[in-house]
């Protein structure tokens, strides 16, 4: 029986790498790069520019259940503001953090969530990231923590979103034999996200722009 491929990633176009490099685990950018910079990103611009849809006028949409394996664990923190709207924000670009991980993993194998809580230039980052390391037989493995997520709200429909990742503890393995590529801990361990996200008529906040910086000094220990 021939094995199905993700319904998300057979419609898209992916473009991996020649050589994979992946220091740790979960981070959809583009290693090859200046400054990491996302692959698909539009990186010449502010995130909180673009135009921003209408407003909601629904209820809250079914959201797809992210399941991720058993040895792979992502911590998200500052999960309550205070704050409804920017707690909305953090909890969809939390699922989209995961969602990135389970198409990866293969627990979400037809990648229903990638494409649920990503869209425009943002999806096409996942999927490249994804791409690539399926192209690698490699899946991701450990734990990778995010802190000092910081929300700013533009409008009713659109927000900003700034966040820290500790990747120290995350890795790649090969889906074969399982070996785990371990990496030293340096400052590229860390790395910082500026997402900009926006509200769709199903009430989730989509992430459409991404762009990190890998050994940002605000997000090192």
Known sequence: MNRRRPTLLAALALTAAAALTMSACGSDDDSSGDNDKIAGAD????PSASPSP????????DRPK??????????????ETGDPVKDAVLAD??????????????????????????????????VSWVGQFEQAN???????????????????ASAVLTFCADESKGFSKDK??????????????????????????????????????????????
């Open 54 to 61: 209408s407003p909601s006028s629904t209820g809250a949409a």
């Open 93 to 126: 670009s939390a699922e989209r953090m995961r969602a990135v991980d389970a198409a990866i993993a293969g627990t979400d194998p037809e990648s229903k969530a990638l494409g649920f809580y990503n869209t425009g230039k943002a999806l096409e980052a996942a």
């Open 176 to 221: 074969k034999t399982g070996k785990v590529a371990k990496t030293p801990v340096t400052k590229n361990s860390y790395v910082l996200y500026n997402t900009r996200l926006d509200k769709n008529a199903d009430g989730v906040w989509q992430t459409s722009q991404i762009i990190s910086t890998r050994g940002a000094a605000q997000c090192q220990p």
């Open 66 to 79: 992210v399941e991720l394996p058993a040895d792979l664990e992502l911590t998200f923190e500052g999960a």
């Open 138 to 156: 490699a899946t991701v493995t450990g734990e990778v923590r995010y802190f000092d997520r910081k929300v700013t709200l533009k409008d009713k």
């Open 43 to 46: 990186t010449g611009s502010d």
